[in-house]
């Protein structure tokens, strides 16, 4: 955030170096539609073209939602990944291609992350009340033992995970959570699909994780607030949303008060099986695919802001980083290709 000669705050402008110079498609409407989908909210806006009705565009984006819930989602019993959760141990589970291309794509946040992205943190997940099952809102709730914290971390590891020409391995109480990642995959398919029916200006979002393309009919791109973290009072910086992705994740989006007062996130981090405890309030990463702006988001925020923040540097990954310092003042600290985009 910049300040004027008068002390003002300027808002921050967040532009991709590379803009694709399209001529503006003045005379044309921007039309919006919007829906309901895992637990969250889509809307998409784009530039009118010439044979694409609203009709068209809703049926593309049902459609490729659809193939994500039926394959990806931890919430629905028949999806392809919990038939893979509920297969029996040493089998090969036939998986279809979109969410082959997820779990690849998991893996290698995994390993990239040194293990700080882990889809195979489902089981802790539902064991600190983030799950379908007996959420910690419920009755009959309560955190873990020590003891099944433990027996449950043996289940875990990204590492268990093989694919191959058969499909997905389950070598056994394997569980897989692609909430960090299928989301944005579900951005990327749907904006690809638009575009392939023709439309240029393009900008779909799903839960606050987005992609834009081309430009509005003035030539404008499309400009798009980034979260600022709670109790901020500065403007929340925009970003053209111009052939980019961004994806935010926040640990105050989700989470509760224990017994004891202490906050626990829906973000785990899997190298010790509880919820984050240093301090990051959000993390927002800029990238070109929605999936990996949306999977990095998650692996930086159980990183912390220094670890994070040099794993940023070394993929030069575009994040800004927002964490409480010791005092519980949220800093944000932001990565050199994220300073790039600052005008
Ligand atoms: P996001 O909002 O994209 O950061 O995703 C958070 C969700 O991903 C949580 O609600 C969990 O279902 C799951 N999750 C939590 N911790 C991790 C982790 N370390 N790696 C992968 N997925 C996780
Ligand atoms: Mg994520």
């Not at 999806?79 to 959760?85: A, E, F, P, Q, V």
């Not at 070109?288 to 925020?301: F, H, K, Q, R």
Request: proline share 7%; aromatic share 6%; hydrophobic share 40%.
């Amino acid at each position: 955030m910049k300040a004027t000669a008068a002390g003002h705050t300027m808002r921050a402008v967040l532009v991709p170096r590379h803009l694709r110079a399209a001529p503006p498609t003045r005379g044309q409407a921007v039309h919006r539609q919007h829906g309901q989908t895992m637990g969250t909210t889509w809307s998409v806006s784009w530039v009118g073209v010439a044979g694409v009705d609203a009709a068209a565009v809703r049926h593309v984006v049902a459609r490729e939602l659809h193939i994500v819930v039926d394959q990806m989602s931890t919430w629905e019993p028949t999806s392809s990944l919990c038939t893979y959760n509920s297969a029996p141990a040493c089998t090969w589970v036939p998986i279809p291609d979109a969410l082959r291309g997820v779990l690849q794509a998991a893996q290698q946040m995994s390993q990239a992350s040194g293990g700080a992205f882990d889809a195979s943190a489902g089981p802790l997940v539902a064991l600190w009340g983030f799950g379908a099952q007996r959420g910690h809102g419920e009755a009959g709730f309560a955190p873990p033992s020590e003891d099944t914290l433990a027996r449950t971390r043996a289940c875990c590891g990204w590492q268990r995970l093989r694919l191959g020409a058969d499909g997905a391995w389950q070598p056994g109480g394997l569980q897989l959570d692609l909430s960090a990642i299928a989301k944005g995959h579900a951005v990327d398919r749907t904006c690809d699909r638009l575009r392939a029916l023709g439309l240029h200006g393009v900008l779909v979002e799903i839960g606050g994780e987005l992609r834009g393309h081309g430009t509005k009919p003035d030539g404008q791109p499309w400009w798009v607030a980034i979260e600022p973290p709670p109790g901020s009072t500065e403007p929340a910086p925009v970003l053209a949303a111009h052939h980019v992705a961004v994806a935010t994740s926040g640990d105050y989006r989700r989470g509760y008060r224990d017994t004891s007062g202490r906050w626990r996130s829906h973000t785990i981090d899997p190298r010790c099986g509880r919820p984050i405890h240093n301090g990051v309030v959000s993390v927002t990463v800029v990238h070109a695919l929605c999936m990996l702006a949306d999977a990095w988001s998650t692996a930086l925020t159980v990183l912390g802001p220094e670890s994070g923040l040099a794993l940023a540097q070394q993929h030069q990954l575009a994040a800004r980083i927002v964490a409480q310092d010791r005092h519980g003042v949220p800093r944000e600290v932001t990565s050199p290709a994220w300073r790039d985009l600052l005008d």
